[in-house]
């Protein structure tokens, strides 16, 4: 099993609807979690970084741990077509996003026009 | 501010051959990764430097991969020989000193476009 899961999608959605993408985990200690954003033929991008449990939002963006229930998502409300990216989740169990930081294998995300 | 740059950008080598990749970090950047991403995957931490000195190399196949990071700037990552598996996307990150968001500091990594190498 690995130690975190993502499904890769592909998701299609028409632009203005809600996505939501999520991961699962299996490292209780795992206590810091990001969502990133690559583009085709990119390196990732950070979008969001949360420390525990709770919501975190930021624009049209909304980052959700549940650490209970080792669930983690990230909701984007009025998708556009430039959202059209693949999304990584990544955790870990240290201060800060640099050590051993655990990724998901990616959702690839297409926003229709 | 300019990003990370990495070549080249692709590669194509046969089985047994070696290859080498360059990166160049974000200006007064101390800490500089190296991941590789299989297609399908997500990014796996090969190594890291802090200025020159390495942090963590535990997931480096050190039988075929090398990696330096001379003056603390610059990093070359070497394979040599390839093999079959080796064929991924190889990114470069960097990143400066912790932020703080609220109460955690974060260490945000800027990474490179990335070099996409085939062996065939």
């Known amino acids: 099993q690995k130690e975190v899961e993502q499904d890769p999608g592909p998701l299609s959605v028409p632009e203005g609807a809600i996505v939501s993408l999520n991961c699962t985990y299996s490292n209780s200690a795992f206590q810091y979690f990001m969502w990133y954003r690559q583009y085709s033929r990119k390196g990732p991008e950070l979008l969001m970084y949360?420390?525990?449990?709770g919501n975190k939002e930021d624009g049209r963006f909304t980052a959700q741990v549940d650490k209970s229930s080792k669930y983690i998502s990230l909701f984007i409300r009025d998708s556009q077509p430039s959202d059209s990216a693949t999304y990584l989740c990544a955790m870990s169990a240290y201060p800060g996003s640099a050590r051993q930081l655990t990724f998901g294998s990616g959702t690839q995300l297409t926003v229709l026009p | 501010e300019a990003g990370v740059a990495q070549s080249p950008r692709y590669k194509i080598i046969e089985k047994r051959q070696s290859v080498a990749f360059w990166c160049n970090p974000i200006s007064g950047h101390a800490t500089l990764y190296w991941y590789q991403q299989i297609l399908g995957q997500g990014p796996k931490l090969l190594i890291q430097f802090q200025n020159n000195g390495v942090v963590d190399d535990s997931q480096l196949p050190k039988d075929r991969f090398s990696a330096e990071r001379l003056k603390g700037v610059d990093s070359t990552l070497k394979i040599q020989p390839a093999k079959l598996e080796d064929s991924a996307v190889y990114l470069c990150?960097?990143?400066?000193?912790?932020?703080?968001?609220?109460?955690?500091?974060?260490?945000?990594?800027?990474f490179g476009p990335g070099t996409r190498l085939t062996v065939t």
């Open positions: 990150a960097s990143s400066s000193t912790p932020t703080y968001q609220g109460a955690i500091h974060t260490y945000e990594q800027y």
């Open positions: 949360t420390y525990s449990s």
